[in-house]
Structure formats: C-alpha cells, structure tokens
C-alpha cells in the first residue's frame, strides 16, 4: 500500500479504526508504527510493524529488507486529521506530501 492510498483512512479516527480493525486487526490500534520498505518516498510502500515486537529504530532490516521508520499511525492520523480542518479541499495527493514533506523537515 503506497502512503496517497492509506490517506484516506486517516482523515478521521473513525475511518483509521475502522480501517485498521479490518485490516491490522492483530495489532493494538496504538502500537502501530508505520515503515516504508527502502526510503520514505510517496512511491515506497508502506508495511505496519506491532510497535511492542520491533526495535525502536530509524532503519531496520529484516530478512534483508531495508525499512525506514515514517509515523507511528495515530500520529499520522492526529496529523492528517489536523491539516484536513485547515485544508479542507486538499487533495490525498497533497495530504501525502504534506507528510512526507513533515517527516523529512520536521520529524
């Protein structure tokens, strides 16, 4: 799943827990930590990883996978939900920059 996809689960925390409860339903809704297989990129896919069975890291490989830690998920839907009540006609195209864009100037 490519980060433009998943904003739109995050405009809300109704929409993520709802997203997550069918999709991540083995993995406690605030322990989910988002990585991006190689580099944080809008074209990187993204994997969740239960934050409580994974080390606190920037960069972990697994199996030979590189992944670089993005957002945990409700920070990120915090975050969306936010830019949306100001922003209320962005485009998914332009929530995802805009985190993309916060992580790399401002995480």
């Not at 929409?15 to 580099?39: A, G, N, P, R, V």
């Not at 960069?59 to 030979?64: A, F, S």
């Not at 830690?69 to 995802?96: C, H, K, R, T, Y």
Request: proline content about 2%; glycine content about 2%; hydrophobic content about 45%.
């Amino acid at each position: 799943m490519k980060l433009i996809e998943l904003v739109k689960h995050l405009k809300s925390v109704k929409e993520s827990e709802e997203f997550t409860s069918t999709q991540l339903s083995d993995i406690e809704y605030d322990l989910i930590d988002m990585y991006m297989i190689e580099k944080v990129d809008l074209d990187s896919d993204i994997v969740f990883f239960d934050a409580e069975k994974i080390p606190n890291k920037l960069i972990l490989v697994i199996e030979g996978v590189t992944y670089e830690n993005f957002f945990p998920l409700n920070m990120a839907q915090d975050m969306v939900e936010e830019f949306v009540s100001g922003n209320a006609s962005a485009s998914d195209f332009e929530i995802a920059k805009f985190l993309i864009n916060y992580r790399e100037k401002d995480a």
